[in-house]
């Protein structure tokens, strides 16, 4: 079973429409992460959420607002797409504690907008 | 700030040689993580190795040995006898060391490309 998993794993789209994209992951982790690879493969964090309450938001244009059901699933979606969107989105999830707090990665998710 | 450097854009090897990947950090916090993930050409993003900042003593997991220098902000990632299937974009990231959830800051990543 995958301990993190992402859906869908490629997605091209128009500018200007809305997307989606799905994140669960199987841990039993408390807080999930979405990070942002760019073009030349740099990694930002964007958002954190601990038991579906949001704790990190970086610098993010507010079209992208992640949403988290329960402490499994973190939804990301993004309103009227641009160019610029065009990444990988990554979601991460890790468990609080000492000796813990590493994060483990899904696969991504190539988002390419047209 | 937070901020990790991976000068080494990509390294090109020889399967069987050794490579070192270099890793520099910034950081104010006096605790902290530091990070070693893989990003083959698949790309998914694959945990090597974690380490705190009170622990120097260097790791080794079978072909890969990482050496933590607290006295020069380096945690350097040594692949001995490296393979084909070592090819990857490697990237090093910082934490800082707060219990409940932290921000992975990464470096820039190092693309390393092992030939036959």
């Known amino acids: 079973d995958t301990a993190v998993s992402q859906t869908p794993k490629y997605l091209v789209t128009q500018m200007g429409n809305d997307k989606s994209i799905k994140c669960e992951q199987n841990?039993?982790?408390?807080?999930m992460y979405w990070y942002k690879q760019d073009s030349k493969k740099f990694l930002k964090i964007m958002f954190s959420?601990?038991?579906?309450?949001?704790?990190i938001n970086e610098t993010v244009p507010n079209r992208f607002s992640p949403k988290s059901p329960d402490k499994a699933h973190l939804n990301l979606h993004i309103n009227s797409l641009e160019l610029g969107d065009s990444a990988v989105y990554f979601c991460?999830?890790?468990?609080?504690?000492?000796?813990?707090?590493?994060?483990?990665f899904g696969a991504g998710t190539r988002l390419s907008v047209l | 700030a937070q901020k990790v450097t991976q000068a080494q854009t990509e390294i090109s090897v020889v399967e069987k040689e050794d490579v070192t990947l270099d890793c520099v950090y910034e950081?104010?916090?006096?605790?902290?993580?530091l990070f070693w993930y893989k990003q083959p050409p698949s790309g998914e993003l694959v945990f090597l190795i974690r380490?705190?900042?009170?622990?120097?003593q260097n790791e080794i997991s079978g072909r890969y040995s990482w050496n933590f220098q607290k006295s020069t902000s380096s945690f350097n990632f040594t692949i001995t006898a490296s393979q084909v299937v070592d090819s990857a974009v490697y990237f090093c990231?910082?934490?800082?060391?707060?219990?409940?959830?932290?921000?992975?800051?990464f470096g820039t990543g190092t693309r390393l490309l092992v030939s036959p």
């Open positions: 991460a999830s890790s468990q609080p504690g000492i000796g813990k707090n590493i994060q483990y």
């Open positions: 841990l039993g982790h408390d807080t």
């Open positions: 959420y601990n038991n579906k309450e949001l704790i």
């Open positions: 950081t104010r916090d006096t605790t902290y993580y």
């Open positions: 380490r705190n900042s009170f622990d120097e």
């Open positions: 990231a910082l934490s800082d060391m707060n219990t409940g959830f932290q921000k992975l800051v």
